[in-house]
């Protein structure tokens, strides 16, 4: 069973800065993908930021300059920098890992953390 679990969301001020984390914990052999997601109310979910274990890294243009994704391996944990947050930024955002058991491989979800821009 794998599980993720988030957390560093929270109430910000236009301009701020958070930064969000999430662990997984179980047994597998490897993470593929680790990407976050955000869901406004009213919208559907949306990739707000994805990673290989390649290190390679997309954004949506929304958050381009702004966001930054990063991923400690050894420690199964993905993080999102995210700086110069807008009220338009305000969503529940969940973690997705693609992960590799010894069975087989699937994607996961965080519980979701929500974050508040306002001022």
């Known amino acids: 069973q794998v599980q993720l679990v988030e957390s560093g969301g929270g109430l910000v001020q236009p301009g701020g800065s958070l930064r969000l984390s999430c662990a997984a914990s179980?047994?597998?052999?490897?993470?593929?993908?680790m990407d976050w997601y955000r869901q406004a109310p009213g919208k559907e979910r949306e990739l707000v930021a994805h990673?290989?274990?390649?290190?390679?890294?997309t954004y949506a243009d929304s958050v381009k300059g702004r966001f930054t994704i990063s991923r400690d391996n050894p420690k199964n944990t993905v993080y999102l920098q995210m700086d110069s947050l807008k009220p338009e930024d305000t969503a529940l955002y969940y973690c997705?890992?693609?992960?590799?058991?010894?069975?087989?491989?699937?994607?996961?979800w965080g519980q979701g953390t929500q974050v508040t821009v306002s001022s």
């Open positions: 997705y890992m693609l992960v590799t058991t010894h069975t087989h491989t699937d994607g996961y």
């Open positions: 179980g047994s597998f052999f490897s993470i593929n993908y």
């Open positions: 990673s290989t274990k390649g290190g390679d890294t």
